[in-house]
Every structure is written in structure tokens, then in C-alpha cells.
Nanobody, 121 residues
Framework: QVQLVESGGGLVQAGGSLRLSCAASGSISSINTMAWYRQAPGKQRELVAVMISGGNTNYADSVKGRFTVSRDNAKNTVYLQMNSLKPEDTAVYYC???????????????WGQGTQVTVSS
């Protein structure tokens, strides 16, 4: 069974930094994409940052220049370094992975349980 476990959320003042981590575990054969989404109260879940297996990245316009996504392929872990945080960054942040398992060639999407990030003004 595949699990995505996030860590690193918390409360920070505006202008501060946080680093989120998400480790994928289980019988994983290959990971194509790892990404971070977020969902603020009353809003839809939105893509924050994504990194595909070739190393290409993409960011939401609202976080460009402030957030950096990275991966440690050996550890099946994705990170989100968040700098210059703003109150509007407050949300539950979810890890996403598109991966395949041993014995099954199909890629499936998995989600973490979410970690709360709160930025105070």
C-alpha cells in the first residue's frame, strides 16, 4: 500500500519561511510526478508547484519567486521551500504523486493527508 506522509507545516509570521516534506512509501516502482496543492477555507484546491521526473517544474503565479519545489528521488521525497510567506498562503497543503507500483504498470494518483500552514500578519 502506498502512503504519502507530509510534514513541516505550522504557524509562521508574514515574511517567514517553512519547508514542507512529503515522503512516499510502499511498493513503488516509478514516480512520474510529485506536486504540492493547497486548499484554503471556502476555496477550491489549487496547484502550487509540480516537478515531473525529468526535473521540469511549474509554479502557480502567486508563488513564483517565493516557493521552490525539489525532489530526492532516492528517498521518494518531495520538498516545498516556502519563503516570504504571506497571510494569503494560509491553507492546508497536500502532497500529490503520480506513480506505479511493482507488479502493475499503470500509473495512479495518490494524495497525502494534508498539513496546515498558517501565516499570521
Amino acid at each position: 500500500q502506498v502512503q504519502l506522509v507530509e510534514s513541516g507545516g505550522g504557524l509562521v509570521q508574514a515574511g517567514g519561511s517553512l519547508r514542507l516534506s512529503c515522503a512516499a512509501s510502499g511498493s513503488i516502482s516509478s514516480i512520474n510526478t510529485m506536486a504540492w496543492y493547497r486548499q484554503a477555507p471556502g476555496k477550491q484546491r489549487e496547484l502550487v508547484a509540480v516537478m515531473i521526473s525529468g526535473g521540469n517544474t511549474n509554479y502557480a503565479d502567486s508563488v513564483k519567486g517565493r516557493f521552490t519545489v525539489s525532489r530526492d528521488n532516492a528517498k521518494n521525497t518531495v520538498y516545498l521551500q516556502m519563503n516570504s510567506l504571506k497571510p494569503e498562503d494560509t491553507a492546508v497543503y497536500y502532497c500529490y504523486a503520480l506513480l506505479s507500483q511493482y507488479g502493475s504498470p499503470a500509473y495512479r494518483a495518490y494524495w497525502g493527508q494534508g498539513t496546515q500552514v498558517t501565516v499570521s500578519s
